[in-house]
């Protein structure tokens, strides 16, 4: 390796770095689960289809090539429940066969599998009953835990149990736009928070209850949440509900997995306007990579655990906008290793252009663009510049 110059930001040894996806947005075809439903209902808030996403179900391997390709020591993906058990307790073979295969395919390449277990789509046998309002729910899901664990335990790399539990509360029923699309409902919204949570513990002892030996730990979506002038209130009440419910749910865990984007405002009403002189991104926020160190440091401050960034990234058309985000985000990781926080990795979101939910197709965060008629995936420039940071395990001074 060439020497490093001088004011170089060099990562411990150990340092993972990683890209992201998840199975409803990439794999296509997903038609058996809560979210499909929800994007083809008669009133969808969806602005499309997630159709065939990526066609990454067939086209896994071409993925785990580009994360090799670039030098990545680590993927995370989503095992997607419906596909697994398609109705209450009946679980295909072939699916747990599927993903056993993307675990090796992973090893095979020196990729470490990072796998999440619920990555915000429920069966639709279960959305039936009221998703995770049916008082059943948690034990449901540790069902599924148990049985997808002993077919891949012994080749996952690390596990989240779930992701991004506040989001599936505060966007499904105080917000509205993701399922079941309920607007201003507290009261259910907080039984679902306490229902992801229960659903976590139990999870993470049927992990530890069967093969293999990894750390377990969920991921949870943070921003750097501020106070405007006669804010605090606001901003104490929305950092309990969204983020210090779950944090706390996380004592005995291995690790916190951080996801962070943006920073957000709230004044003595409620949520505040951006900053007028913060750019925006494509999904409507502020394009603050600051809040990747903030929320590194509130998450390992509140929880005592290590921390695994697992998802950071920007929505954008520019590419240069994007690695200007990354870079100061890296930068921000890197001040926290050197104040003493244990961060373990850092993983970009995403791999691929793939399905943002409710505003499909339009927002840009991966370092491959994907052609929707063709599947075909071109690197963008970012990809290059973070293989670069990879594989030096170095952040090289600002030029």
Known sequence: MDPAPVGTLAFPDSFLWGAAGAAHQIEGGNTNNDWWEFEHATDSLCAESSGDACDSFRRWEEDL??????????????????RIEPAEGEFSRAALDHYRRMCAGCLERDI???????????PTWLA?????????????????????????????????????????????????????????????????????????????????????RYPVGLTLSMAEIVADEGGELARDMVEEILEDTFLRATEGDDFVGVQAYTRMHFGPLGQGPDDPHVAQTQMGTENWPQAVAHCVRRAADVTGLPVLVTESGIATEGDAERITYL???????????????????????????????????????????????????????????YARIARHNRLDPRS
């Open 327 to 385: 870079d100061a985000a890296l930068r921000g990781v890197h001040a926290c290793l050197a104040d003493g926080v244990d961060v373990r990795g850092y993983f970009v979101w995403s791999l691929l252009d793939n399905f943002e939910w409710n505003m499909g197709y339009g927002p840009k965060l991966g370092l491959h663009a994907v052609d929707r008629e063709t599947f075909v995936r071109t690197a963008k420039p970012s990809a290059a510049w």
């Open 112 to 122: 470490v599998p990072v796998v999440t277990f619920h990555h915000f789509t429920t």
């Open 65 to 82: 090539d580009l994360v090799a390709g670039m030098g990545l020591g680590a993927y995370r993906f989503s095992l997607e429940w419906s």
């Open 128 to 212: 039936a009953r009221g998703a995770f309002e049916s008082p059943d729910a948690p034990e449901r899901f540790a069902g599924f835990i148990e049985r997808t664990g002993g077919h891949l335990g012994d080749l996952i790399g690390w596990a989240c149990t779930i992701n991004e539990p506040n989001v599936i509360g505060a966007m499904g029923y105080t917000v509205g736009e993701y399922p079941p699309g309920v607007k201003d409902d507290l009261t259910r919204h907080l039984a679902v928070n306490e229902a992801m949570v229960r659903a976590h513990r139990l999870a993470v002892e049927a992990l530890r209850s069967g093969p293999g």
